[in-house]
């Protein structure tokens, strides 16, 4: 999906932030599922979309990606 996507840095920051107080990592997390680091941050920054990447992230931090991303959702 290459329609509606916003690009939120901040909200990129604060993901990294919540992970590493979880003890994980972004790049920990590209490991444990299997993609690249890049494919991990470039939907965690808003550029691209993937439903795997994001509700991974979101496992991670004990949410939904709809919570996480709700103007992706919306």
Known sequence: MTANLIVDLAK??????????KGSSLAKLSRDIGRSISSVSTVSQGYRRSD??????????GTT??????????
């Not at 990129?12 to 107080?21: F, G, N, T, Y």
């Not at 795997?52 to 931090?61: F, T």
């Not at 990606?65 to 919306?74: C, K, V």
């Open 12 to 21: 990129h920051e604060q993901i990294k932030c919540d992970l590493r107080l």
């Open 52 to 61: 795997y990447v994001q509700k991974a992230i979101a496992e991670k931090l």
């Open 65 to 74: 990606p709809e919570a996480l991303w709700p103007e992706r959702y919306g």
